[in-house]
């Protein structure tokens, strides 16, 4: 039987109803990142009042813990914090860190260990105490533990970056750099010392990096447990100068071409 063009129409509507009816995939969300430590708390139910996890049993704490692990630290939840810079110390690497703000009733901190640079250590000698920083990465680290002898809420920041801000919140210009024509440098004491000129190099040359002459920013220990000096060899003018610094004393560009 031939189909009249109406009885076509008639024929194909089925069809087309059911492909108008198909179900168009959801597209999937990406987290938001947290941006402050109530973010890190909103994860917690409300029936367990994270508003007064100051007077939690340890059982309550240790739910929240596992809350924490499974839905920020496992799930790598994106983290974008800014917070003004309490120290830059070495705890076996070297850690950003800062108090937040907060009237929770307990200190709540901020840790920063692991860089998404592995050559971070230039960066990190250019922070001061006090500085705005946003720092970006995921969550790695979120738990109520006594810390330093105070009830605290500790987060932390892996696979990290930071930009320095203005007080308006906006980029920080880069600091001017100061040229330094670096020959070596040696760490050490006696007759005991180490070729530290890659590092130090690395160092210098970073825009307003300012360190310490010690086995942490050096990287190495050539005299364990004694005081060492570091011996800069540079040129200035075509001609050669001496820089030195003893155990934990400061270095920059600026210092040494002074």
């Known amino acids: ?35 402050t430590y109530r973010d890190f708390l909103a994860v917690i139910p409300k029936d367990l009042e994270p508003e007064n996890a100051r007077n939690w049993s340890e ?13 920020l630290v496992d799930a790598k939840r994106p983290a974008r914090m800014r917070f ?9 690497n ?19 260990s692991q860089w998404q640079d592995k050559n971070m250590l230039p960066k990190l000698a ?47 210009p880069a600091p001017e750099r100061v040229p330094v024509k670096l020959i070596s440098a040696v760490y050490g004491s006696g007759t005991a010392f180490t070729d530290v000129t890659d590092r130090v190099k690395a160092l210098l040359d970073e825009p307003g990096a300012l360190f310490q002459a010690n086995p942490h920013w050096l990287g190495a220990d050539p005299t364990p447990g004694w ?7 540079h040129e200035i003018n075509d001609q050669r100068r001496t820089f030195t610094a003893g155990e934990n004393g400061e270095v920059s560009a600026a210092l040494v071409v002074k």
């Open 59 to 71: 059982a309550q704490k240790e739910v929240a813990n596992g809350l924490f692990k499974k839905k």
């Open 1 to 35: 039987m031939k189909l009249t063009p109406v009885l076509l129409l008639l024929a194909l509507a089925p069809v087309c109803f059911l492909h108008a009816a198909d179900p168009v995939p959801a597209k999937s969300k990406e987290p938001k990142p947290l941006r």
């Open 126 to 172: 250019t922070l001061r105490e006090g500085d705005l920083i946003e720092m970006t990465g995921v969550c790695d680290l979120a738990k109520f533990e006594n810390l330093w002898n105070t009830p605290s809420l500790s987060l932390g920041i892996g696979n990290a970056s930071f930009i320095k801000l203005l007080p308006n919140g906006k980029p920080a």
């Open 94 to 112: 070297f850690v950003v860190w800062s108090h937040l703000s907060s009237d929770e009733g307990y200190s709540i901190r901020v840790f920063a």
């Open 84 to 92: 003004r810079v309490h120290g830059v110390d070495f705890w076996g």
């Open 227 to 233: 005081n060492k000096a570091l011996i800069i060899v």
